[in-house]
């Protein structure tokens, strides 16, 4: 019944080592998004795909990087991630927008602890 | 001053009491949304909001499109209920989500 699936749940890596994060959706959904959340803060948009278009926020550090290979499968790259970057990291789906307000569909999230 | 404003930012309540966690936004919106996050988990959404109002089981949202307010009402509140919520956005125009910063609640038992 799984519907926003996020690998892994828990992920340490060390400072500076390349690190990437997996999402895959059961909903067809056009979109997907990735978020960074830090502790007792709001999730923050580092970007989202409509489609194979990328959309990356103005703010987001060339740090991190998207891939989108199909509809199903999105992943967050972190080529040199520092300690500053860990984060609880979630992904979350929507169906075509254009259609009327669209609700979010978030994954568990994977917690990335930077050693 | 953020786009959408939460209060309370805490809340402590005892088992079986009435909730209500208030937010108030400033931009224009297609959609209000309300999210459950438990802790070190995921988002769950539990309601989506352009007017009136919506009900859940113990859950009731409110929205009022003039004020730019929508309230949040648990009834009976129950230990299990634990966790932030947070209200979000949608812009007209757009289908990004823009946060308010959440209200922990905690009921004790």
């Known amino acids: 019944d799984a519907m926003v699936i996020q690998n892994p749940r828990y992920q340490v890596t060390q400072f500076g080592k390349p690190v990437t994060l997996s999402c895959s959706q059961t909903l067809n959904h056009n979109v997907m998004y990735w978020y960074q959340q830090k502790s007792s803060q709001a999730p923050k948009l580092l970007f989202h795909?409509?489609?194979?278009?990328?959309?990356n926020e103005a703010d987001t550090p060339d740090n991190f990087q998207s891939r989108r290979p199909n509809t199903s499968f999105c992943f967050l790259d972190i080529r040199s991630p520092g300690l500053g970057d860990a984060a609880m990291y979630l992904c979350a789906t929507s169906s075509l927008p254009g259609q009327g307000p669209e609700t979010q569909y978030f994954g568990p999230g994977t917690r990335l602890l930077v050693l | 001053k953020n786009e959408v404003e939460q209060s309370p930012q805490n809340l402590t309540a005892q088992e079986g009491e009435f909730i209500t966690i208030n937010c108030s936004y400033s931009v224009g919106i297609s959609a209000l949304h309300w999210l459950q996050q438990h802790p070190g988990g995921g988002i769950v959404s539990l309601f989506m909001?352009?007017?009136g109002k919506k009900k859940h089981g113990r859950l009731i949202a409110t929205i009022n499109i003039q004020e730019k307010h929508s309230s949040l009402h648990i009834t009976a509140s129950h230990p299990r209920d634990s966790a932030v919520y947070i209200c979000?956005?949608?812009?007209?125009?757009?289908?990004?989500?823009?946060f308010g910063t959440g209200t922990r609640l905690k009921v004790l038992a």
């Open positions: 909001l352009s007017s």
């Open positions: 795909y409509y489609d194979k278009d990328f959309n």
């Open positions: 979000a956005v949608a812009t007209s125009g757009t289908y990004k989500y823009i």
